[in-house]
């Protein structure tokens, strides 16, 4: 066949034709949420989820079904046990976890359509938070409303004891209220 030099060939990429099949990719988000920890990445991988490195990722973590490729999970990143992130509402936004962050047990991550959601290189998330908006890094933040409690010096992921992460925790100042005056009538 006579194919023209300026025609563009198609990629030829495996990721392209998983997402012609929706069925497939729900398929490989179910074992993903129930594999063994060494193949949960390369599943998340194959379904578009972007994951740069070696990261854990717990048991029964839901990453975003609809839009995989809007969540990107970077270098030494923990997720723990049933997590769930949601990159959309009401149209895609982007979720990014930096190097060495860790999200504890039960947290829910979600973002807005079009915003971009970032949790800091060495953030950590604790356990049951709710997290809708970006968390700065080196911070500890954690539930029952999100709010951050001191500032890190060393990620936890490179602390090699627990002792030695409470040892790089540092408070946070709070900040400074101006008390309003009352009006007096």
Known sequence: MNQRKDSVRPQYRLSTYLNLLPSFQRILH???RFSPPALRPILHRLRGVKIYGSVYIGDEVYIDADFPEAVEIHEGAAIATRCTIIAHTKGPGRIVIEQDAAIGAGCVIVCRCGQTLRIGE???VSAGATVSHSIP?????GAPRLRAFG???APFRAAASYEEFRRSMLPMTPPKYQRAKPDLL
């Open 30 to 32: 179910l074992m993903a």
């Open 151 to 153: 500032r890190l010096t």
């Open 122 to 124: 060495g953030a950590v």
């Open 137 to 141: 890094p080196f911070t500890i933040c």
